[in-house]
Protein backbone atom coordinates (compact mmCIF):
# COMPACT_ATOMS: atom_id res chain seq x y z
CA UNK A 1 0.00 0.00 0.00
CA UNK A 2 2.51 2.51 1.20
CA UNK A 3 4.64 1.94 -2.32
CA UNK A 4 1.34 3.29 -4.30
CA UNK A 5 1.13 6.07 -2.10
CA UNK A 6 4.77 7.10 -2.45
CA UNK A 7 4.24 7.01 -5.96
CA UNK A 8 1.17 8.59 -6.18
CA UNK A 9 2.49 11.61 -4.09
CA UNK A 10 5.55 11.55 -6.81
CA UNK A 11 3.35 12.07 -9.41
CA UNK A 12 1.28 14.81 -7.84
CA UNK A 13 4.17 17.15 -6.62
CA UNK A 14 6.47 15.95 -9.57
CA UNK A 15 9.57 14.95 -7.09
CA UNK A 16 10.59 11.63 -5.93
CA UNK A 17 9.29 10.91 -2.60
CA UNK A 18 10.47 7.53 -0.19
CA UNK A 19 8.96 7.14 3.06
CA UNK A 20 11.85 7.29 5.52
CA UNK A 21 9.82 7.69 8.48
CA UNK A 22 6.12 6.77 9.33
CA UNK A 23 4.15 7.79 12.48
CA UNK A 24 0.34 7.48 13.63
CA UNK A 25 -1.58 10.97 13.60
CA UNK A 26 -4.32 10.95 16.89
CA UNK A 27 -7.21 12.63 16.65
CA UNK A 28 -9.72 10.70 14.43
CA UNK A 29 -11.99 7.80 15.09
CA UNK A 30 -12.70 7.60 11.33
CA UNK A 31 -9.59 7.25 9.14
CA UNK A 32 -6.34 5.53 9.73
CA UNK A 33 -4.37 8.64 9.32
CA UNK A 34 -0.56 8.78 9.82
CA UNK A 35 2.46 11.43 8.95
CA UNK A 36 4.61 10.27 6.14
CA UNK A 37 8.42 11.64 6.22
CA UNK A 38 10.46 11.91 3.11
CA UNK A 39 14.23 13.03 3.26
CA UNK A 40 12.75 16.71 2.77
CA UNK A 41 9.47 16.66 2.58
CA UNK A 42 6.31 15.40 5.16
CA UNK A 43 2.63 14.23 4.07
CA UNK A 44 -0.31 13.76 6.00
CA UNK A 45 -2.38 10.82 4.77
CA UNK A 46 -6.10 9.38 5.60
CA UNK A 47 -6.63 5.57 4.62
CA UNK A 48 -10.16 3.84 5.03
CA UNK A 49 -11.38 0.95 3.21
CA UNK A 50 -12.51 1.57 -1.12
CA UNK A 51 -16.03 2.96 -0.12
CA UNK A 52 -14.67 6.17 1.47
CA UNK A 53 -12.39 7.17 -2.01
CA UNK A 54 -15.79 9.08 -2.94
CA UNK A 55 -15.87 11.06 0.23
CA UNK A 56 -12.02 12.19 0.38
CA UNK A 57 -12.28 13.35 -3.05
CA UNK A 58 -15.18 15.42 -1.59
CA UNK A 59 -12.43 16.69 1.22
CA UNK A 60 -10.12 17.42 -1.47
CA UNK A 61 -12.28 19.26 -3.31
CA UNK A 62 -13.63 21.49 -0.33
CA UNK A 63 -10.08 22.38 0.58
CA UNK A 64 -9.43 23.79 -2.60
CA UNK A 65 -12.12 25.85 -2.75
CA UNK A 66 -11.66 27.26 0.97
CA UNK A 67 -8.11 27.90 -0.11
CA UNK A 68 -9.20 29.43 -2.94
CA UNK A 69 -11.00 31.38 -1.20
CA UNK A 70 -7.74 32.97 0.48
CA UNK A 71 -9.72 34.23 3.62
CA UNK A 72 -8.35 31.24 6.01
CA UNK A 73 -5.29 28.33 5.55
CA UNK A 74 -6.03 24.74 5.21
CA UNK A 75 -4.18 22.42 4.06
CA UNK A 76 -3.10 21.53 0.70
CA UNK A 77 -4.54 18.36 -1.18
CA UNK A 78 -1.57 16.62 -2.70
CA UNK A 79 -3.68 13.43 -4.72
CA UNK A 80 -6.04 11.33 -3.53
CA UNK A 81 -6.85 7.66 -4.79
CA UNK A 82 -6.64 3.37 -4.51
CA UNK A 83 -3.43 1.88 -2.75
CA UNK A 84 -3.78 -1.23 -4.11
CA UNK A 85 -7.27 -3.04 -4.21
CA UNK A 86 -8.57 -2.24 -0.64
CA UNK A 87 -7.48 0.99 0.37
CA UNK A 88 -8.47 4.29 -0.62
CA UNK A 89 -6.50 7.37 0.75
CA UNK A 90 -6.35 11.13 0.85
CA UNK A 91 -2.84 12.84 0.91
CA UNK A 92 -2.59 16.15 2.41
CA UNK A 93 0.35 18.59 2.59
CA UNK A 94 1.17 18.48 7.02
CA UNK A 95 1.33 21.02 8.72
CA UNK A 96 3.15 21.28 11.84
CA UNK A 97 1.37 23.13 14.67
CA UNK A 98 2.23 25.31 17.09
CA UNK A 99 0.90 26.78 20.29
CA UNK A 100 -2.25 28.77 20.07
CA UNK A 101 -2.75 32.53 21.42
CA UNK A 102 -5.36 35.14 21.72
CA UNK A 103 -3.78 36.41 18.34
CA UNK A 104 -4.48 33.18 16.77
CA UNK A 105 -7.41 32.81 18.28
CA UNK A 106 -8.08 36.63 16.93
CA UNK A 107 -7.25 36.03 13.58
CA UNK A 108 -9.59 32.54 13.35
CA UNK A 109 -12.43 34.52 14.06
CA UNK A 110 -11.55 37.01 11.58
CA UNK A 111 -10.70 34.38 8.79
CA UNK A 112 -13.40 32.98 9.28
CA UNK A 113 -16.06 35.57 9.37
CA UNK A 114 -14.02 36.77 5.93
CA UNK A 115 -14.41 32.84 4.50
CA UNK A 116 -18.34 33.20 5.10
CA UNK A 117 -18.63 36.47 3.63
CA UNK A 118 -17.95 34.83 0.31
CA UNK A 119 -21.52 34.41 -1.33
CA UNK A 120 -22.66 32.14 -3.64
CA UNK A 121 -25.70 31.24 -6.00
CA UNK A 122 -27.39 28.17 -3.99
CA UNK A 123 -27.81 26.44 -0.82
CA UNK A 124 -26.62 22.74 -0.94
CA UNK A 125 -23.18 22.20 -2.86
CA UNK A 126 -21.86 20.41 -6.25
CA UNK A 127 -21.92 16.66 -4.35
CA UNK A 128 -23.32 15.23 -1.31
CA UNK A 129 -20.38 14.39 1.51
CA UNK A 130 -20.63 13.33 5.16
CA UNK A 131 -20.57 15.08 8.50
CA UNK A 132 -18.48 12.60 9.99
CA UNK A 133 -19.19 9.40 9.04
CA UNK A 134 -22.66 9.72 8.02
CA UNK A 135 -24.10 11.11 4.44
CA UNK A 136 -24.90 14.20 3.97
CA UNK A 137 -27.00 15.12 1.38
CA UNK A 138 -26.45 18.65 -0.78
CA UNK A 139 -29.05 18.90 -2.96
CA UNK A 140 -29.33 22.57 -4.14
CA UNK A 141 -32.06 24.88 -3.30
CA UNK A 142 -32.87 28.43 -3.36
CA UNK A 143 -34.96 28.44 0.19
CA UNK A 144 -32.74 28.24 2.82
CA UNK A 145 -35.13 26.76 5.56
CA UNK A 146 -36.64 23.99 3.37
CA UNK A 147 -33.09 23.17 2.61
CA UNK A 148 -32.11 22.95 6.54
CA UNK A 149 -35.43 21.01 7.25
CA UNK A 150 -35.52 18.32 4.60
CA UNK A 151 -31.76 17.95 4.37
CA UNK A 152 -30.38 18.77 7.38
CA UNK A 153 -32.85 18.03 10.47
CA UNK A 154 -35.36 15.62 8.42
CA UNK A 155 -32.39 13.20 6.71
CA UNK A 156 -30.69 12.79 10.79
CA UNK A 157 -34.33 12.16 12.16
CA UNK A 158 -35.14 9.52 9.41
CA UNK A 159 -31.51 8.12 10.43
CA UNK A 160 -32.16 7.64 13.69
CA UNK A 161 -36.16 6.19 12.81
CA UNK A 162 -34.09 3.76 11.03
CA UNK A 163 -32.16 2.72 13.89
CA UNK A 164 -35.64 2.60 15.79
CA UNK A 165 -35.62 5.81 17.42
CA UNK A 166 -38.23 8.45 17.48
CA UNK A 167 -38.00 11.87 18.78
CA UNK A 168 -41.34 13.25 20.60
CA UNK A 169 -42.38 16.41 18.34
CA UNK A 170 -39.87 15.84 15.62
CA UNK A 171 -42.84 16.20 13.05
CA UNK A 172 -43.85 19.66 14.89
CA UNK A 173 -40.37 20.93 14.68
CA UNK A 174 -39.88 20.27 11.12
CA UNK A 175 -43.29 22.14 10.07
CA UNK A 176 -41.81 24.97 12.54
CA UNK A 177 -38.67 25.15 10.72
CA UNK A 178 -39.67 28.25 8.50
CA UNK A 179 -41.17 29.81 11.71
CA UNK A 180 -38.07 29.39 13.42
CA UNK A 181 -36.25 31.06 10.75
CA UNK A 182 -38.36 34.09 9.98
CA UNK A 183 -37.11 37.51 9.41
CA UNK A 184 -33.72 36.52 9.34
CA UNK A 185 -31.92 37.09 6.17
CA UNK A 186 -29.55 34.19 4.73
CA UNK A 187 -27.32 34.14 1.92
CA UNK A 188 -25.07 31.26 0.95
CA UNK A 189 -22.03 31.41 2.69
CA UNK A 190 -19.37 28.76 2.10
CA UNK A 191 -18.64 26.65 5.29
CA UNK A 192 -16.58 24.68 6.72
CA UNK A 193 -19.44 22.51 8.23
CA UNK A 194 -17.71 20.39 10.93
CA UNK A 195 -16.28 23.42 12.88
CA UNK A 196 -15.63 22.29 15.95
CA UNK A 197 -11.97 22.53 18.45
CA UNK A 198 -10.59 19.18 16.84
CA UNK A 199 -10.79 20.79 13.53
CA UNK A 200 -9.21 24.17 13.86
CA UNK A 201 -5.72 24.37 15.13
CA UNK A 202 -2.81 26.59 14.77
CA UNK A 203 0.60 26.35 12.90
CA UNK A 204 4.33 26.96 13.94
CA UNK A 205 4.17 30.70 12.83
CA UNK A 206 1.13 30.91 15.24
CA UNK A 207 -1.53 31.37 12.36
CA UNK A 208 -4.48 29.27 12.52
CA UNK A 209 -5.64 26.94 10.00
CA UNK A 210 -8.73 24.36 9.85
CA UNK A 211 -9.21 21.04 8.38
CA UNK A 212 -11.73 18.06 7.89
CA UNK A 213 -14.59 20.01 6.25
CA UNK A 214 -17.80 18.80 5.38
CA UNK A 215 -18.42 21.83 3.66
CA UNK A 216 -21.68 23.57 1.67
CA UNK A 217 -23.25 26.46 1.03
CA UNK A 218 -25.86 27.49 3.85
CA UNK A 219 -26.32 30.32 6.88
CA UNK A 220 -22.93 30.93 8.48
CA UNK A 221 -24.58 30.94 12.01
CA UNK A 222 -23.97 27.14 11.49
CA UNK A 223 -20.62 27.21 11.76
CA UNK A 224 -20.56 29.46 14.85
CA UNK A 225 -23.14 27.39 16.48
CA UNK A 226 -21.07 24.48 16.35
CA UNK A 227 -18.08 25.97 17.61
CA UNK A 228 -20.12 26.63 20.86
CA UNK A 229 -21.35 23.47 21.02
CA UNK A 230 -18.18 21.32 22.83
CA UNK A 231 -15.73 24.49 22.90
CA UNK A 232 -11.75 24.81 21.77
CA UNK A 233 -12.48 28.64 21.08
CA UNK A 234 -12.09 31.21 23.08
CA UNK A 235 -13.41 34.50 23.66
CA UNK A 236 -11.52 36.42 21.62
CA UNK A 237 -12.59 34.28 18.38
CA UNK A 238 -15.91 35.58 19.31
CA UNK A 239 -15.43 38.65 19.67
CA UNK A 240 -12.74 39.04 16.16
CA UNK A 241 -15.58 37.53 14.04
CA UNK A 242 -18.31 39.28 15.67
CA UNK A 243 -16.30 42.73 14.98
CA UNK A 244 -15.90 41.40 10.86
CA UNK A 245 -19.01 40.09 10.44
CA UNK A 246 -22.07 41.12 12.89
CA UNK A 247 -24.30 38.52 13.55
CA UNK A 248 -28.01 38.73 13.18
CA UNK A 249 -30.36 39.81 16.36
CA UNK A 250 -32.07 36.27 17.25
CA UNK A 251 -28.69 34.16 16.73
CA UNK A 252 -28.89 32.83 20.31
CA UNK A 253 -32.43 30.81 19.39
CA UNK A 254 -30.96 29.68 15.80
CA UNK A 255 -28.10 28.46 17.58
CA UNK A 256 -30.20 25.78 19.68
CA UNK A 257 -31.72 24.86 16.17
CA UNK A 258 -28.50 24.68 13.98
CA UNK A 259 -26.62 22.31 16.46
CA UNK A 260 -29.97 20.16 16.72
CA UNK A 261 -28.56 18.44 13.31
CA UNK A 262 -24.81 18.10 15.23
CA UNK A 263 -26.71 16.01 18.29
CA UNK A 264 -28.80 14.02 15.90
CA UNK A 265 -26.00 13.08 14.40
CA UNK A 266 -24.00 12.37 17.01
CA UNK A 267 -26.70 10.21 18.13
CA UNK A 268 -26.98 8.38 14.99
CA UNK A 269 -23.31 7.63 14.97
CA UNK A 270 -22.47 7.22 18.66
CA UNK A 271 -26.19 6.59 20.20
CA UNK A 272 -26.02 7.52 24.31
CA UNK A 273 -27.10 10.62 25.71
CA UNK A 274 -27.56 12.47 22.51
CA UNK A 275 -30.62 11.21 22.10
CA UNK A 276 -31.55 13.49 25.78
CA UNK A 277 -29.64 16.16 24.89
CA UNK A 278 -31.53 16.44 20.64
CA UNK A 279 -34.64 15.69 22.76
CA UNK A 280 -34.09 18.92 25.57
CA UNK A 281 -33.01 21.25 22.38
CA UNK A 282 -36.24 20.22 20.83
CA UNK A 283 -38.25 21.02 23.65
CA UNK A 284 -36.75 24.23 23.81
CA UNK A 285 -37.29 25.54 20.33
CA UNK A 286 -40.97 24.05 20.64
CA UNK A 287 -42.08 25.97 24.20
Given at each position: MWNSIEQAIAEATGNPFQIVDRSTVSGGCINDAQRLDGADSSFFVKTNDP??????????????????????????????????????FLALEFVQTGPESAASQRELGESLARLHKTKKEFF???????????????DRGDDWATFYRDHRLGFQFDLAARKGKSFQGAEELLERVPELLAGHE??????????????????????????????????RETDLAFTEMFGGFSTDFGKAYENTFPLDVGYPRRKILYNLYHLLNHFNIFGGGYASSAQASMEELLH
Open positions: SFLPLFEAEAEALREIAQTKTIRVPEPICHGMAGSDRSGWKRDNAIGSTHQPNVFPSILHGDLWGGNASTDSKGMPFVFDPATYYGD
